[in-house]
């Protein structure tokens, strides 16, 4: 499950007119938060907007996965015994609930063939994708918007190339 994770750091996007934050206004994160099952509080708001820069730093190669020591050092896991079996139950400081769930999303995209999380091959774009494909080799975060494009540059280049021959 990767939901939380992709949409965390998708969820602030720089486009030409100016961002696009959902987590811009405390209102706006408050309901993107409790969309996602946390409850909106200015902890958890906090939490995820420093989550959310550290988590794109790291994917993008610009930081080390040290960055994340701050969610992983509190991160904690115990069980119970229930009549249906053994429960495992994470057990996580308030206002860290966020972060130690997206860092916990992205840890299971890590493999011995590289992450499965990464950013658009697209060098206009800032989206995040997450690669399911068998062959890991998975390069935007759109066929029809990035993809098209990059096809499209690479046509272009071959046709002029070959006019300027």
Not at 100 to 110: G, K, N, S, T
Not at 124 to 132: G, M, N, R, Y
């Amino acid at each position: 499950m990767t939901e939380l994770l992709l949409d965390l750091v998708n969820s602030r996007i720089v486009y030409p007119d100016g961002p696009r934050d959902e987590l811009g206004s405390d209102a706006a994160a408050r309901e993107w938060l409790r969309s996602r099952g946390a409850q909106g509080t200015r902890a958890e708001i906090a939490d995820a907007r420093e989550v959310r820069s550290v988590l794109a730093a790291v994917i993008r190669g610009e930081a080390p996965v040290e960055a994340l020591a701050p969610w992983v050092s509190v991160m904690r896991r115990s069980a119970r015994l229930t009549p249906d079996g053994l429960l495992w139950q994470d057990d996580v400081p308030d206002g860290r609930q966020v972060g130690a769930r997206a860092v916990e999303e992205w840890a299971a995209l890590q493999g011995p063939d590289g992450s499965r999380i990464r950013p658009c091959a697209d060098p206009d774009c800032q989206h995040f994708l997450v690669d399911h494909s068998r062959a890991n080799a998975r390069k935007w975060h759109s066929m029809e918007i990035c993809g098209n494009r990059a096809k499209a540059r690479r046509h272009y280049a071959r046709s002029k190339e070959a006019a300027d021959d």
